[in-house]
């Protein structure tokens, strides 16, 4: 079965800083590959995703991601944080079949 | 506005109750979906449905009945639920089945 691996539950960075968000896979074959995010009282809404080609993805507000299949990650970038990414970000593959996702991580962005 | 809605946003019930828990889509779309968000814990796939036709059922315990009348709309039937199916349940559709993922608000769920 595949399954999703974040590495911080919560992540505190103050503005500015640069981030990095760590997500592993367990799945052989082929994956899509997703990066979520959820602000604060508001609904889940995809911030990149990878489906096949130049695997370092842009999506949106600055964000990168780059997939790296030798060691199963889908790491999530952004050289400058506001505040305003205070959220809680998702990682999610799909392999064979379903979307499964990580357990999350907290970013807490200081002012 | 995410074009994916979900009713009521809070529910409240007793074990014996019956509720049910809305999601309309207005993308268009063809799947559709329901996921439990709970704490510390990874989103957990229910059911799935594609051209109003289920097509996972991830395990989910009787109690939860889920219906697709038609392609723009999603249910799930809540019945004797148990205080540990209190979470953030959430709806969400895809022009494809599994292609991206357009997620509601979600309906936060009390099970005293």
């Known amino acids: 079965a595949q399954s999703v691996s974040q590495h911080n539950h919560h992540v505190i960075l103050s503005e500015a800083a640069s981030l990095e968000l760590g997500c592993n896979y367990s799945y052989g074959g082929t994956v899509n590959l997703f990066w979520y995010v959820q602000y604060p009282g508001q609904h889940l809404q995809l911030l990149l995703k990878?489906?096949?080609?130049?695997?370092l993805v842009k999506g949106i507000k600055g964000f990168e991601a780059e997939f790296i299949k030798s060691k199963f990650s889908f790491n999530l970038r952004k050289p400058s944080v506001q505040w305003s990414d205070t959220a809680e970000y998702f990682c999610a593959v799909r392999g064979y079949s379903t979307l499964t996702f990580g357990k999350g991580t907290m970013l807490l962005v200081s002012p | 506005e995410t074009g994916v809605t979900q009713t009521p946003r809070h529910l409240v019930m007793g074990m014996t109750n019956k509720k049910s828990l809305k999601c309309e889509q207005h993308l268009g779309h063809n799947a559709m979906y329901w996921y439990k968000q709970s704490a510390k814990k990874p989103l957990e796939l229910m059911f799935v449905?594609?051209?109003?036709?289920?097509?996972e059922n991830n395990s989910v315990p009787s109690r939860f009945s889920p219906e697709c009348p038609n392609s723009s709309h999603l249910f799930l039937h809540l019945h004797t639920l148990q205080p540990e199916d209190s979470a953030l349940y959430l709806c969400a559709s895809s022009q494809v089945l599994w292609g991206e993922l357009f997620f509601g608000e979600g309906s936060r769920l009390t099970v005293l």
């Open positions: 449905y594609n051209f109003k036709e289920q097509t």
């Open positions: 990878y489906f096949s080609g130049d695997p």
